[in-house]
């Protein structure tokens, strides 16, 4: 049957937008909580602590266990999560308990999903399982803002409403997930010995060319979230803890409109072994840096929107890029692996924006982050050097 990719793809825009329905919340969680700049980054980042766990698990699990299991189990505790969530009103306890935890769903979440809509994809063309996922994973992390925002901002009890969309969205999933068809054999075992790192991981184009890009997936796009929020956009008037969330809603439509670019560069440069996709994301990322720089100078709307919406687009071609980079790397059987190594390795760009509130105290927002564009470009030029070498995107066959 064709078409049943589109609810673990749904499943993936639930986490997403649960992901991200926090973003406008935090400016409001800052005054009703009293947050400094480098707890409320704390706050927001402690998300990435669960994805750890979360992706290894979404990965190896469901490459054994099955993909529906897994992806229902932990929508399930996405509702969860959410509940937890909706206690952090009353201390920021709640808010570090419910954001590692969904932390974990959404690492689950991302991981089993890429793989499970990459294998209802079969009929598609070559790389429509990680467009579809790419999409689905992006739309919810914009669309989450986008609503919880004016929520936050114009709505009757800001601290709850917004969560309540997401439980329904989440419970709507539930019963939706089981009507996709398991995508791997019944009862498969995980290996007694299996290794730590699926061997693909060891191919010289994923060492090379994912490992130093992956980062700035989403080490570019949360500096829309955090940075810009705080520090870049001056007065906002009216519009209030409903901006951010306009703000992160933009950058990742930017990440929608960016990746069939990223794609089209992929496909026309990986055959041999060339490296201009993941090089146009991390150019884009470098200029996204400089334009926060800007706007961190000089705060105001236009400038701040300009950087998120940069910001964006390098974050969308660089997460195509990647998921397309892991889908061709991935041996049989390791696929799930591969994926949730790619996206620990993505989360690990959280760390960004919070090096950032540490570091620019002493520095300023504008030379801190001149630095950062300084270190994207330095990436981009270690990928080019490797790309001149003609790395293959091939599977490493394991023969033990």
């Not at 705080?230 to 969330?245: C, D, S």
């Not at 504008?366 to 030029?381: G, H, R």
Request: glycine share 14%; net charge positive; proline share 7%.
């Amino acid at each position: 049957m064709t078409g049943q990719w589109r609810w673990p793809a749904l499943a993936m825009f639930a986490a997403g937008y649960g992901a991200n329905q926090f973003v406008p919340l935090l400016a409001l969680y800052r005054r009703t909580l009293a947050l400094s700049d480098a707890e409320a980054t704390a706050v927001f980042g402690v998300y990435a602590l669960g994805l750890v766990p979360g992706l290894i698990l979404g990965g190896r699990v469901s490459d054994a266990r099955g993909r529906r299991p897994v992806m229902v189990a932990f929508t399930a505790l996405s509702l969860v999560a959410t509940a937890v969530l909706i206690t952090g009103q009353w201390g920021v306890a709640g808010l570090y308990a419910g954001r590692l935890l969904t932390g974990v769903v959404s690492g689950t979440v991302f991981t089993a999903g890429t793989a499970w809509v990459k294998e209802l994809s079969g009929e598609g063309a070559s790389g429509t399982g990680a467009r579809r996922a790419a999409l689905a994973l992006t739309a919810g992390f914009g669309v989450g803002p986008l609503v919880a925002g004016p929520l936050a901002q114009w709505a009757p009890a800001p601290q709850v409403l917004p969560y309540l969309v997401h439980l329904a969205l989440a419970g709507t999933v539930l019963v939706m997930l089981p009507r996709a068809r398991e995508t791997l054999p019944p009862g498969r075992l995980l290996q007694a010995r299996a290794p730590v790192l699926p061997p693909s991981v060891s191919s010289a184009r994923f060492l090379r060319v994912v490992v130093p890009m992956a980062p700035w997936v989403f080490g570019s796009v949360t500096l829309a979230f955090t940075t810009l929020p705080g520090h870049g956009t001056g007065t906002v008037g009216v519009l209030g803890v409903a901006f951010p969330g306009l703000l992160a809603a933009g950058a990742l439509a930017a990440g929608v409109i960016s990746q069939p670019l990223g794609r089209r560069l992929h496909e026309a440069g990986a055959a041999r072994g060339g490296t201009t996709a993941a090089m146009t994301g991390l150019g884009i990322v470098a200029a996204g840096c400089a334009a926060a720089a800007f706007a961190t100078a000089r705060p105001g709307v236009p400038a701040a929107t300009v950087a998120a919406l940069v910001l964006g687009a390098g974050y969308g071609i660089c997460l195509i890029v990647g998921l397309r980079e892991v889908e061709e790397i991935a041996a049989p059987g390791e696929l799930g692996a591969v994926i949730a190594l790619f996206y620990c390795l993505a989360y690990s760009g959280l760390a960004i924006p919070y090096l950032l509130a540490l570091v620019a105290p002493h520095t300023g927002y504008p030379e801190a982050l001149l630095f950062t564009a300084a270190a994207a470009t330095l990436t981009l030029v270690a990928i080019f050097l490797a790309g001149r070498r003609g790395l293959r995107a091939e599977p490493e066959v394991n023969n033990t």
